[in-house]
């Protein structure tokens, strides 16, 4: 029975390598996306409603007493009550309540989600200023304006003292509450790395041995340390801030002769890629060739060097060649 080398099979490989390319964006799609959900949800559509219900407040004419005169009409297809109230027109819903025959049309046109044979007067009215007042695109567009707005005051607010006096009280509550507490301090983790500015700029990545003799980590160089142990070593040395998987948000900060130090030829961001990955995303200019790619790049170099050593010859031997036929017969 033949044994597997354990290699993918191409099919395989193929699918895998599709995978790789399109999980990606769309899981980053996805995400906005849920994300999104979540702002209608809780924030924007509260927002529509309250706005949307100040306004009915405002432009309701809403009568429960019938009119002296009630006559039939037909509204699109409906057949439905009429009267006069203060030479208006209105019309009775199925609630025993009148407005007036032109929100009712309006509505009528359009409904949307409103069921006008069951609705109240507060639901037309919502359904007609929806229509008429504020849109879902011109909502949209003001809500992400004064979204924007808010959380523009709401920084200002916190970087001064009274709003981070308020936010420390506010994640001393939140600490003594149990599982609350766990959940909060992950998610503000993750959302400091991303969205709080670094204060420190990394500039050089380097791999240090710690936390004992030949086991290497990354960290980034932070400064130079303190003039003491300058002193006290006899050397220059480096802070160097040791990030920890998968959250480089998080990590310590240790102090090492320069000389133990070995400046790697890769950026900030792809040590943060390596850090979060664990180790898997490798940097392209520092990653281990296999044993096929070992051969293949050994080939390709012994076959440059051989044209290197060809162009030689022939350089040599038309030098030769210029020379003997400069030479007198």
Request: aromatic content about 8%; proline content about 5%.
């Amino acid at each position: 029975m033949a044994k597997k080398d354990g290699k993918p099979r191409p099919f395989r490989r193929a699918v895998l390598a599709g995978l790789g390319v399109l999980l990606p964006p769309l899981l980053t799609l996805a995400l906005f996306l849920w994300a999104w959900s979540l702002v209608e949800s809780y924030v924007l559509d509260p927002v529509d409603w309250a706005a949307r219900s100040t306004v009915v407040a405002f432009i309701d004419d809403v009568h429960d007493e019938s009119p002296k005169e009630v006559k039939s009409s037909e509204i699109g297809s409906t057949e439905v009550k009429t009267g006069l109230i203060d030479s208006t027109e209105f019309v009775q819903l199925s609630t025993t309540q009148w407005i007036p025959v032109e929100i009712y049309r309006s509505v009528k046109s359009d409904p949307g989600d409103t069921d006008l044979s069951q609705a109240n007067a507060n639901d037309v009215y919502l359904r007609y200023v929806r229509l008429n007042y504020l849109k879902r695109p011109v909502v949209i567009v003001v809500f992400l304006c004064l979204f924007v707005i808010v959380l523009y005051i709401l920084g200002k607010f916190l970087a001064a003292g009274i709003g981070r006096m308020t936010l420390r009280l506010f994640e001393r509550v939140i600490n003594h509450v149990p599982i609350i507490r766990n959940v909060y301090s992950s998610v503000k983790q993750v959302t400091d790395f991303l969205f709080t500015e670094r204060e420190m700029e990394f500039n050089r990545v380097v791999a240090v041995q710690y936390p004992s003799q030949g086991i290497w980590s990354i960290g980034f160089v932070t400064g130079e340390s303190m003039q003491s142990l300058h002193d006290s070593i006899g050397e220059p040395v480096l802070s160097v801030l040791m990030p920890t998987s998968p959250m480089p948000a998080t990590g310590f900060t240790i102090t090492v002769p320069k000389s133990r130090t070995i400046d790697l030829g890769i950026t900030v961001d792809q040590a943060i890629q390596f850090v979060v990955s664990c180790g898997v995303v490798v940097p392209i200019n520092e990653q281990v060739l296999d044993g096929d790619s070992s051969e293949v790049k050994g080939a390709v170099e012994s076959v440059v060097a051989g044209l290197i050593d060809d162009s030689s010859d022939d350089s040599s031997d038309s030098s030769t060649l210029t020379n003997t036929a400069d030479q007198p017969s």
